[in-house]
């Protein structure tokens, strides 16, 4: 059975950091490239970060470059999101899927962040 498990969402105060994690189990996590998502209160989902399935390459959208780090561990099957200088506008549901945009082969469950003071 396919699965990833997100965890590491939470509360956190303007300017403050989260590290969220998704762990996958079921298919060669090494083959694929990874990507974290997220849906807003009340808007569509939204691309965030990617990283090949190396580990080599990363990608961000504008939003988020400079604040955001995406990494993965091919021995422990997980990817990570490093979240700093957060902003209420990060406030959504984030979710990793396993593949790039246009074209995810699997989803987690998601994971709620929530930004305020």
């Known amino acids: 059975e396919v699965q990833l498990v997100e965890s590491g969402g939470g509360l956190v105060q303007p300017g403050g950091s989260l590290r969220l994690s998704c762990a996958a189990s079921g298919f060669t996590f090494s083959e694929f490239a990874m990507s974290w998502v997220r849906q807003a209160p009340g808007k569509g989902l939204e691309w965030i970060s990617a990283?090949?399935?190396?580990?080599?390459?990363?990608s961000y959208t504008d939003s988020v470059k400079g604040r955001f780090t995406i990494s993965r561990d091919n021995v422990k099957n997980t990817v990570y999101l490093q979240m700093n200088s957060l902003k209420p506008e990060d406030t959504a549901v984030y979710y990793c899927?396993?593949?790039?945009?246009?074209?995810?082969?699997?989803w987690g469950q998601g994971t709620q962040v929530t930004v305020s003071s």
């Open positions: 899927a396993a593949g790039v945009s246009g074209s995810y082969a699997y």
């Open positions: 990283i090949n399935s190396g580990g080599g390459s990363t």
